[in-house]
DNA sequence: ACGTCGTGCAAGCACAGGGTTGCAGGTCAA
DNA sequence: TTGACCTGCAACCCTGTGCTTGCACGACGT
């Protein structure tokens, strides 16, 4: 609280977790169907206990559900999380854009003199 | 080349970018005027050099824009690329969403028996 | 009861990257 | 010309973290 939040930092915990390519290829196995760590350590080339340390990430930032089934634990993907992010960086970007144009705005009114 | 591009590499690069608090405090700052590096340190808790790596880095991304002034640089935000990357979020989050719902629907009908 | 398979915990390694300091070169105004 | 200011390059530190191996525990099927 001591600096004041420019941004949301769930934004930034979010793109932070987005900004690993492992955790995509988990994410793109987990968007078409649930698995479970062993699982994934059997198509991706990482460990199993790697992944494990991604799922647990993915789930903390609301990416992806933990769900039990016997002695095993499956994950799913959760697009909630994604859409809401989107919504926000679009918000963010068209905000930019907008003092750009309007900058424009101005530059070509100043040459009329 | 070897592994599948599950997803965008530009995609994994972006939010990668966008997963560090500094350059998204250098981002809230150049989304409201264009700045230079000196100008941004006396601003932020950091040092010039240290800025002027994450300012190259954003402009290589494309999330934001170098511009010559005399001898200053100053760089500016740029919403396209943000924009751009909450389309590609969001189509990915709602097609998760999709399948989820549609595992639902299949769901509400083996019960039936 | 047994072997198999999945999970969890822990220690440890190695690299990336965010940060710093120091110095040299250029550009502007007085 | 001189001094102040901005930039660029380089070396360096150090923490975070992605990944590994190893082992113990628990659940399942035969």
Do not use: F, N
Not at 31 to 52: C, D, K
Not at 60 to 77: D, I, K, S, T
Request: aromatic share 2%; charged share 30%.
């Amino acid at each position: 609280m001591t600096a004041r939040p420019a941004v949301d930092g769930s934004i930034v915990e979010l793109c932070a977790v987005l900004g690993d390519e492992t955790r995509w290829q988990i994410l793109a196995v987990l968007g078409s169907r649930a698995a479970s760590a062993s699982e994934l350590a059997r198509e991706l080339p990482v460990s199993r206990q790697a992944i494990a340390k991604h799922l647990e990430l993915l789930a903390q930032v609301g990416l992806a559900e933990r769900e039990r089934a016997g002695r095993e634990v499956r994950y799913r993907a959760l697009g909630a999380r994604l859409t809401e992010l989107a919504d926000h960086l679009e918000t963010i970007g068209r905000g930019w854009e907008a003092r750009l144009s309007r900058l424009k705005d101005v530059a070509e009114q100043l040459p009329r003199q």
